[in-house]
């Protein structure tokens, strides 16, 4: 199974599409930012999901109306819970949405005892394969154009908590990789307006999952 991971469109899906028709995944991920609400219509969506089932989680820049609303062709909801874990074809994927905030003074804010609640309830349904956040674990895959960190500590306690074999982030706009000793990988997919673009195989047989990022299309 083949898929295909996308980042921080902010409205402009054309690179996006293009890897899609070209690469011709099972499944399309996305770790949110697709752009803001005047920026992205449902059509714009449509138009991969008439290619693929896709899951995303939610970050600063998203129609979040819309992403709520929207459905595979199976039924399944395109948006990843909070607290959900979601299986495809022996897959499991989580996801948590949002940046780090003090307050819920907007939608996309998240707290640390928001992040420490939803990485409990995910960790508790059991191992999961695949993590999508939007905002970055402190310390791994987290640098910024600049070359500062700009994780949170609480993304890298539900990166603890959860111990998913793949934790795909975003919103940074630096494609990067962090691979640990045991083997599990901390990938920011990066802006895919730039290029960027994260493939994963997963075999449904062995379970074997490898991926690859900064793959530029």
């Given at each position: 199974m083949k898929i295909l991971a996308i980042s921080d469109l902010h409205g402009d899906s054309r690179l996006a599409l293009q890897a899609a028709h070209e690469l011709r995944p099972d499944l399309l991920l996305c770790c949110g930012d697709w752009g803001d609400a005047d920026q992205v219509g449902e059509g714009d969506l449509g138009a991969f999901l008439d290619l693929c089932p896709v899951l995303s989680t939610f970050g600063n820049h998203d129609p979040l109306e819309l992403l709520a609303r929207l459905q595979n062709r199976d039924g399944s909801a395109v948006l990843l819970g909070q607290d959900e874990v979601r299986d495809f074809h022996g897959l499991r994927l989580a996801g948590i949405g949002g940046i780090w905030a003090k307050s819920h003074r907007l939608a996309c804010y998240v707290t640390d005892s928001d992040v420490t609640r939803w990485a409990s309830a995910i960790a508790h349904n059991g191992p999961v394969d695949i993590l999508l956040t939007h905002g970055c674990p402190v310390g791994l895959a987290d640098l910024t154009p600049s070359g500062r960190h700009g994780g949170q500590r609480c993304f890298l306690d539900a990166f603890k908590t959860i111990s998913p074999r793949v934790h795909l982030c975003g919103h940074l706009h630096v494609p990067?990789?962090?691979?640990?000793?045991?083997?599990?990988?901390?990938?920011?997919?990066?802006?895919?307006?730039?290029?960027?673009?994260?493939?994963?195989?997963?075999?449904?047989?062995?379970?074997?999952?490898?991926?690859?990022?900064?793959?530029?299309?």
């Amino acid at each position: 199974m083949k898929i295909l991971a996308i980042s921080d469109l902010h409205g402009d899906s054309r690179l996006a599409l293009q890897a899609a028709h070209e690469l011709r995944p099972d499944l399309l991920l996305c770790c949110g930012d697709w752009g803001d609400a005047d920026q992205v219509g449902e059509g714009d969506l449509g138009a991969f999901l008439d290619l693929c089932p896709v899951l995303s989680t939610f970050g600063n820049h998203d129609p979040l109306e819309l992403l709520a609303r929207l459905q595979n062709r199976d039924g399944s909801a395109v948006l990843l819970g909070q607290d959900e874990v979601r299986d495809f074809h022996g897959l499991r994927l989580a996801g948590i949405g949002g940046i780090w905030a003090k307050s819920h003074r907007l939608a996309c804010y998240v707290t640390d005892s928001d992040v420490t609640r939803w990485a409990s309830a995910i960790a508790h349904n059991g191992p999961v394969d695949i993590l999508l956040t939007h905002g970055c674990p402190v310390g791994l895959a987290d640098l910024t154009p600049s070359g500062r960190h700009g994780g949170q500590r609480c993304f890298l306690d539900a990166f603890k908590t959860i111990s998913p074999r793949v934790h795909l982030c975003g919103h940074l706009h630096v494609p990067q990789e962090r691979e640990l000793k045991d083997g599990r990988k901390i990938i920011n997919v990066g802006a895919t307006p730039q290029g960027n673009i994260t493939v994963i195989d997963f075999d449904t047989d062995t379970k074997v999952l490898t991926a690859s990022t900064a793959v530029h299309v």
